[in-house]
Nanobody, 119 residues
């Protein structure tokens, strides 16, 4: 069983930066893709950024392009999200998730980490 644990959330001022981390533990970890999602209570979970594990090809939501950067470290079984120029609309609970194999859905999810942006 794979477990994902996020860290790095917190309170930051508008325009500030945070770096989220997601560490995978459990059996040998080599996912097809990993992603960061965010969710505001009462709204659907939104995909923020994804990265293909084998070649690091990334994809971003339009709302975060140029501000967020997803990366991964195979040796540490970890994925990161650098978030710069944070805006008041960015606060949410951020989740990391993993697609285990090509064609499967996001099967493994972390517990989430809260990001709060103050004006």
């Amino acid at each position: 069983q794979v477990q994902l644990v996020e860290s790095g959330g917190g309170l930051v001022q508008t325009g500030g930066s945070l770096r989220l981390s997601c560490a995978a533990s459990g059996r040998a970890f080599s996912p097809y893709r990993m992603g960061w999602f965010r969710q505001t209570p009462g709204k659907e979970r939104e995909s923020v950024a994804t990265i293909k594990w084998s070649n690091s090809i990334t994809d971003y939501a339009d709302s975060v392009k140029g501000r967020f950067a997803i990366s991964r470290d195979n040796a540490k079984n970890s994925v990161y999200q650098q978030m710069n120029s944070l805006k008041p609309e960015d606060p949410d609970v951020y989740y990391c998730a993993a697609v285990p194999t090509f064609g499967s859905p996001y099967r493994y999810w972390g517990q989430g980490t809260q990001v709060t942006v103050s004006s």
